[in-house]
Structures are given as structure tokens and as C-alpha cells.
């Protein structure tokens, strides 16, 4: 019984050697079947499969890579048209194509001068498997952009219908104010709607904070305080673009508008090491701790007494939260301090440097 | 006691500075961003000079220069001419990698975790160095100014600087170390002039005296080792390229808003560094006169402090000595303040990625093992002890980020050879100085001043390497990203 077992079980270090070559082969496809690595992809399918040439082909124009001498092209053509045709595998001596299905899709064909055909359906489904993988990382990536896209059209038609309606109102009374804050109206659309890069400096950020912050002022009649108070060292730091005013946002809509009287609002920016920390903070009604552990959970939860759109309470501050995820790792995500009646403390902490994150 | 008094107000200053600090940048008018752009430069450069005008600067070369001589004064020579390879060769740079520290521009240009936390190791050894006699001064200056033993001053160094920067006395650090420079500045100067109209007709005579063959030769001997032009030589590649690679400094000029900002900038700190150490030749000038007895002591790191009790006595005299004390616990505060959250930066957040940092238990991790160190150090002089500091930065980090910015050829390989050669070579030569005494020559000066010969290696080493292997694809990108003009460029 050991016996056979012995026999049959390859020794470790082949084992070995052929699972980090197939690691290999999966980095090298990564890019997918059009990446860079398709050729070094091809050159250790050949060696690990011991064939004359292999051939990685997409589903139209030339073969993507060829390692070893290269194949008569009408043949090769013939032979993987036979093969996409009855999507299984086709051999015409000493030739061999495997079709590659890659998520139930035909999407190319791996094609294997002098090899052994067992051997060759398994790699041909873990080079699938590889390129199904590659189309997953890139579907992350886009997952993360629509993420800010979602945030971007997310500004609220309230907003903007405020907006509007304040500066219109002070047009005949106070001119010179109906300017500026047209200005700033400008200022705002703009940066927010401003589709280039994924980051910006905290001084942009900023700014645009405080084109929020005074379109919203005038529309409280000024009851609203503002105050910044900025360490210089951190405006310079490259942080993920529409950070900070989401959060302000939050605080005006869900801490002040539901608060009578004036209240004010800080936003606060210093160094800690290596570490960029930004704060905002209002005195408005606050919330349960509870619920805004929800709301970053991105469980929206239905709120007693909520505003009409109370459903999308948050979604902004979950929507940075996962973002801000998403660029550092897990660690560094927002942190809320609040308790009903006692105002909202969202703390942004941020390393200042990260590789890739780069402002625009 | 009236010392014990200014440092304490001092203290209580810089404290308030640091914590409300931010606060007096606060403006409620839509343009306060441009405000606070413009207002950088000047308080940056300011900022950078408080921070780099150490203990060594206020205490320790007048104390070398009453012991070695004039030819001490080619470290604050190196010191400030530093700022003219950084202002040339990294500022604007630096400024445009966005890397903040030197293990995030190796993270940028190469790419590679164990690069950056190796060069994390180089910026703990570095700092430690650079530490080391930050608190031997504070130690020295305290038991002059009230009698405690050496290593309560020590102790409640570390301590004082743990505490301040737990309780949010760097927030806002430019401002905090830029009235470090004027305090510096003043507490240095002001005793300084007095003292030189106090002094006497004869004695301001006897200190112009020159003596071209002794104590006034104009090149520096290092442990009387007969190789001056050698040893002025390494002091001085030491002292300039060091300056290139000291990672506080190189996190400074993130302040600013552009590169050519941070260009400006460095030039300032020269013109303001320049003019701050015109006094501690001063204090070496008269104390050669007034305190000669130091000398035969060692103790001649205190003369800045003992100086003006000697000139002045009475009442003004305790009053001048308080100031000057002030002063250079202002520069240990300032200098230790900023090399620790390098430092405590390091530890927590390069070699210890996985969690979020815990900035404050490695500050005081970090103060605690700088105490240790420092508690036996109290022979070493203190610009002997930060030479080495600069040392091993002039031949780790100044090669790193020189061939980073302007060579693309650079390798991972090639950077983490010359890095370790480097380090290993400038801590050991270091090491066997302390340990060994080979006699007279040069290679006593190779041992005590290793710059002369490891910096070159390391450069050496690192295109060697480099040149055998091939640089990442990306380099290119990386490379041309330092230099663009703009960020438009970039891609």
C-alpha cells in the first residue's frame, strides 16, 4: 500500500517546481491574453509542457505569442478555426488546439505542436482560469472608479436647486455677494465634476470645501460658523479626490440643517508622523453611535423622522470610507466619534505618502 | 535656578506653539489657502534652520573649537554648504516624488518593501547617532544650570521631548521649530555681542590673536592624528552630503507648495544658517581666552553656558548663562523633537506596516533607547557624535537619492548593496573609533571621520551593482517624473 503510494505520488521537488511555474504563468497573465507577459507566458507553457511550439492566439488577427519555431500561418489558421468552430479540441498531426473558455466565453485558442493531450486540456483550463482572473482584477479596478463616479453625480439636486434659489435672492439686495457666491458655484461644479485623476492635494480639496461651505452659509443666513484651522505641512498631501467635502457635506445636511439655531462647523488638518490626519467636526445633533456604524457597514438604515431622501443618508461618508479602504488597506478608514445631542467628529487618517497615490 | 526658570518658560512657549499653533492659521475668508501658500516660505525656512541648528551647533562647535581649534569651524562650513547639494540636487525633486520620507522615495523609484524597510533600519541608526548628543547636551547644560547629575538631565531629556510630542507639541511643527530658530537666534546672539563688548579691549585682542602653526591652523585635526588636510577633507564631504540625506530634513521641504518654492526655500536656509554661526565662533574665540581650563577637564562642550559667568560676573552673569542655557535647550528640544518623529515614523509605519502605526508608543520606545545610548556617552563630543550621524547618511541616503533623481540606471540590486555597504561601512568605522586606537595617521581619521572613504564606495558599489543588472521599466517614468516641470507632464 505505502509502496504504491510512493509510486505514484511525484517527488516533492518536481511538484514543487511545477506549481511555481504555473504561479509564473498566472503573474504572466495578468495584463490578459493582450498583456505584456503573453510571450514569457508561452515560453513557460512550452517548457513545461515539453512541445516543439506553443501558440497563445485571441480570437482574431495573429497569434498574441509563439514560443519555438513558428507554425505555416494558413495551417495554423485552419487548425484554429476548426477548433473555435466546435469549440473542443482539434487536432490535425503533429498539431493540437484547446479552445480557452474563459467565464463560459470563447475567447482564444492555445495551440501545441507535439504534446500530450491530457497534459494539455488541464493547462489549457488553468491559462482560462489565469485570464479569468486577469478580467476580474480589471473589473475591481473599474468597480473602484465607478465608485467616485457614483460620488461625483451623487450631488444632490437640493444642492444645487439651493444654491441657486439663495444666490437669486441676493441679486437685487447684495449684488457684490450674489458674485462671489455665483463664483463659487462655478468653482464648485467644477472641481466636482472635473473627471481627470483619482487624487488631488488637500489644499484642492479644500477649496472646494470652502465653495460648499459659503454657498451653504449664505443660505443659513450666516447662523453657520465656519472655521479651518490648517498645519501647513499637510497641504501639500495627496489624498483620494472628493475626501473631505462628502464628510462636510454629511455634517451640514445631518448635523446642522436638523438643528435649530446657529452652529458651527471646524475643519482641522495636522501632521502625526507619517501620518496626515484631517478632522471635521460640527456641533449639530449628532447621531447613535449604533447608526453610524451602519451607515459605514453601508446598511443605510431607516432613520425615525429622517429627511424625505434620508434613504441615501451616508451613502456619501460609506462611499469614502470604502474608497479610502480600497487606496490604504483596511487600517485606515474613516473613524466617526458622535452620541446623540453632542455633535459628529469624522477623523480622516491617511498616510501622507502611498505609493501610486499622486495628485493631479 | 534662574536657568531652570527661562528653560522651563521656554518649554511652556514652544508647548503652546505646538498645540494651538494650528490655530493661528485660522481665517474664515474664502482665501486663506492662498494665504497660508505665501506665508510658507519664509516660516519654512525658518523652520528648517531651527530644526537643523542642534546641539551641536550651539554647544558642540564651540566646544570642538576650543579643543581642536579653528579649523573646527569647517563642520558649520559642511553644515551649511549641505544646503547648497540639497537646494541643487534633491529639494525640488523630493518635492515632486511626493515621497515624504527617504524609505518612501526608495518605495517610489524602486519599488521594493525590503529597500524600504532597510533604508527604515539606516534612518533608525542615523537618528539614534544624531540623538545621542541632543541628550548629552541637555544633560550637560542641566547639571550646569542647577546641579542635577548627568543623567537626570538625561532621563528628564527624553522624557520632556516623549511628553511634548504625546501631548500634540508637533501639530503644527513648522511653526514650532521656526520659533525655535528665533529663539536660538536671539539667546545666542544677543549674549554674544554683550560678551564681546564686555570682554575688554585685551581680551578681544588676545582672541584675534592668530598662530597659524597651532590652535589657530586653518584646517581641522582630527585626534591629533598629523593628517589635517585629510581630516578637514572628510568633516567636510561628511557635513555636505550628509545634509543631503538627513531624513527630517528631507521631509521639510514637503511644506512647500511647488519645487521651485522648495528651491527658494533652501537657499533661505542657508542665508539663515550662514548668519547663525557666526556665533558659536564667538563663544570658541573667548572661551580659548577666558576658559582655558575646559580643555584640560573635557568638558569643553560647556563653554557656550560657562562662558558668560566667567566674562560677567554677579547678577548678570546668572541672567546671560540662563539665557544662553535657554537657548540651547531650545536647540536640543527643537532637534530632538523633529528626529524623533522621524524616527518613531520609522519604526511604526515602515517595519511595522501591518497595523495602524502607534505613533506614540514609538516615539517613547524611540526616546527610551536614544537615553540608554546617551547615558554612557558623556565623553563623546557632541559634533564628534553627530559627524557620525552625518556620516552614515552622507554614505547611504545622499547616493540613494542623488542616483535616484538623476541616474536611471539605478537597480533594486544595485541600491541594497550600496545601502548596506554603506551603513555597515560608516557604523563600523564609527564603532572601531570608539573601541580601538591605532595611533597617529591616517587611519585613525579613517576610523574617526569615515566619510572620505565610504561615501565614495557606496557610490561605487551602488552603479557597479547597478550597471551588472537591468532597471525596473518603470524608471524611466519615475525618473522623468522628478524633473517634469509640471504634473501635467507626467504621463
Known amino acids: 500500500m505505502l509502496d504504491r503510494m510512493r509510486r505514484e505520488r511525484p517527488d516533492e521537488a518536481k511538484t514543487a517546481r511545477v506549481l511555481t511555474v504555473v504561479q509564473k504563468i498566472d503573474a504572466d497573465l495578468q495584463d490578459g491574453l493582450g498583456g505584456r507577459g503573453a510571450a514569457s507566458a508561452a515560453r513557460r507553457l512550452r517548457r513545461l509542457l515539453g512541445a516543439e511550439t506553443v501558440v497563445l492566439a485571441g480570437l482574431d488577427g495573429p497569434p498574441v505569442a509563439v514560443a519555438g519555431p513558428g507554425p505555416q500561418e494558413e495551417e495554423l489558421a485552419g487548425l484554429l478555426a476548426q477548433a473555435y468552430e466546435q469549440a473542443t479540441t482539434a487536432h490535425r498531426p503533429p498539431w493540437t488546439a484547446v479552445p480557452l473558455i474563459v467565464a463560459g466565453e470563447l475567447s482564444g485558442a492555445l495551440a501545441v505542436r507535439g504534446g500530450a493531450d491530457a497534459e494539455l486540456s488541464a493547462v489549457a483550463a488553468l491559462v482560462a482560469r489565469s485570464l479569468d482572473h486577469a478580467a476580474l482584477r480589471r473589473a475591481r479596478s473599474r468597480i473602484a472608479q465607478a465608485d467616485l463616479r457614483t460620488l461625483r453625480a451623487q450631488i444632490s439636486p437640493h444642492f ?20 462671489t457666491l455665483l463664483n463659487d458655484f462655478a468653482d464648485y461644479l467644477r472641481y466636482s465634476f472635473s473627471t481627470q ?164 | 535656578m534662574t536657568g531652570l526658570l527661562a528653560i522651563g518658560l521656554l518649554f511652556a512657549a514652544s508647548m503652546a506653539i505646538g498645540v494651538y499653533g494650528v490655530r493661528a492659521t485660522r481665517l474664515t475668508t474664502p482665501d486663506f489657502l492662498v494665504a497660508s501658500r505665501r506665508v510658507a516660505p519664509g516660516w519654512n525656512a525658518m523652520a528648517i534652520a531651527g530644526e537643523y541648528v542642534s546641539a551641536a551647533s550651539v554647544l558642540g562647535l564651540a566646544g570642538l573649537m576650543l579643543k581642536n581649534g579653528i579649523g573646527s569651524l569647517w563642520y558649520a562650513v559642511g553644515f551649511t554648504a549641505g544646503y547648497v547639494a540639497v537646494a541643487a540636487l534633491v529639494a525640488g525633486p523630493m518635492r515632486r516624488s511626493g515621497a515624504y520620507t527617504v524609505p518612501d522615495f526608495a518605495d517610489y ?3 521594493s518593501q525590503t529597500i524600504r524597510k532597510l533604508c527604515a533600519v539606516i534612518v533608525l541608526v542615523i537618528m539614534w547617532l544624531y540623538l545621542v548628543p541632543q541628550f548629552k547636551g541637555a544633560g550637560v547644560v542641566l547639571h550646569l544650570v542647577s546641579g542635577t547629575p548627568y543623567w537626570v538631565g538625561v532621563v528628564l531629556a527624553g522624557s520632556v521631548v516623549t511628553a511634548s510630542i504625546a501631548a500634540g507639541g508637533m501639530r503644527s511643527a513648522t511653526y514650532v521649530q521656526g520659533f525655535h530658530y528665533v529663539v536660538k537666534l536671539l539667546f545666542i546672539a544677543v549674549p554674544a ?97 577666558f576658559t582655558p581650563g575646559l580643555v584640560r577637564g573635557g568638558d569643553t562642550d560647556t563653554v557656550t553656558v560657562v562662558l558668560p559667568g566667567e566674562i560677567v560676573p554677579g547678577g548678570w552673569g546668572s541672567v546671560l548663562t540662563a539665557i544662553v542655557a535657554a537657548g540651547a535647550f531650545a536647540a536640543f528640544l527643537s532637534t530632538s523633537s523633529g528626529l524623533l518623529m522621524a524616527l518613531a515614523g520609522g519604526l511604526s509605519h515602515d517595519l511595522s506596516r501591518a497595523s495602524v502605526p502607534r505613533l506614540r508608543l514609538a516615539v517613547a520606545a524611540g526616546a527610551l533607547v536614544a537615553v540608554l545610548l546617551s547615558l554612557p556617552a558623556r565623553s563623546v563630543d557632541i559634533n564628534v557624535a553627530v559627524g557620525w550621524a552625518f556620516a552614515v547618511a552622507a554614505s547611504t541616503f545622499c547616493p540613494l537619492l542623488v542616483l535616484g533623481i538623476w541616474w ?36 585613525v581619521v579613517l576610523l574617526a571621520q569615515p566619510a572620505a572613504w565610504t561615501v565614495p564606495l557606496a557610490f561605487m558599489v551602488m552603479i557597479v551593482v547597478s550597471l551588472l543588472g537591468r532597471p525596473p521599466e518603470w524608471a524611466e517614468r519615475a525618473v522623468l517624473r522628478l524633473h517634469a516641470p509640471g504634473p501635467a507632464a507626467a504621463e
Open chain 2, 109 to 111: 523609484r524602486l519599488g
Open chain 2, 193 to 289: 555681542i554683550f560678551l564681546i563688548v564686555h570682554a575688554g579691549d585685551d581680551a578681544r585682542q588676545e582672541a584675534l590673536r592668530m598662530d597659524v602653526s597651532e590652535w589657530s591652523r586653518p584646517l581641522l585635526d582630527l585626534e591629533g592624528s598629523g593628517q589635517p588636510l585629510l581630516a578637514t577633507w572628510s568633516v567636510l564631504l561628511a557635513t555636505t552630503l550628509g545634509a543631503v540625506g538627513l531624513p527630517h530634513v528631507i521631509m521639510r521641504f514637503h511644506t512647500s507648495a511647488t519645487a521651485a518654492v522648495a528651491r527658494r526655500v533652501a537657499v533661505g536656509v542657508i542665508v539663515l544658517l550662514g548668519v547663525f554661526y557666526l556665533f558659536p565662533a564667538v563663544y570658541g574665540l573667548l572661551g580659548r581666552v
Open chain 1, 160 to 179: 444645487l436647486h439651493n444654491a441657486l434659489a439663495v444666490i437669486g435672492a441676493r441679486i437685487r439686495t447684495d449684488p457684490d455677494r450674489a458674485r
Open chain 1, 197 to 360: 485623476g483619482d487624487y488631488a492635494t488637500v489644499a484642492d480639496e479644500l477649496q472646494a470645501v470652502q465653495t460648499y461651505l459659503e454657498l451653504q452659509r449664505a443660505r443659513f443666513d450666516d447662523r453657520m460658523e465656519l472655521t479651518v484651522r490648517m498645519a501647513p505641512e499637510v497641504l501639500p498631501v495627496a489624498i483620494p479626490f472628493l475626501v473631505i467635502q462628502p464628510i462636510v457635506e454629511n455634517a451640514v445636511r445631518h448635523g446642522l440643517e436638523p438643528k435649530p439655531g446657529p452652529g458651527s462647523i471646524s475643519v482641522s488638518g495636522f501632521g502625526e508622523g507619517p501620518l496626515c490626519v484631517i478632522e471635521v467636526e460640527d456641533d449639530g445633533v449628532g447621531m447613535d453611535p449604533a447608526f453610524a456604524r451602519a451607515v459605514l457597514a453601508g446598511e443605510r438604515p431607516r432613520k425615525a423622522g429622517a429627511a424625505p431622501d434620508g434613504g441615501r443618508n451616508g451613502v456619501g461618508l460609506a462611499n469614502v470610507d470604502q474608497r479610502l479602504r480600497t487606496v490604504y488597506g483596511s487600517e485606515y478608514g474613516l473613524v466617526i466619534e458622535t452620541a446623540p445631542g453632542s455633535g459628529t467628529k469624522v477623523v480622516v487618517r491617511v498616510p501622507r505618502f502611498m505609493r501610486g497615490v499622486v495628485a493631479n
Open chain 2, 408 to 443: 536611471r540606471g539605478l537597480t533594486r540590486a544595485g541600491a541594497t548593496a550600496g545601502l548596506a555597504v554603506g551603513v555597515l561601512a560608516a557604523t563600523g568605522a564609527a564603532l572601531a573609533s570608539v573601541l580601538t586606537d591605532p595611533g597617529p595617521g591616517w587611519l
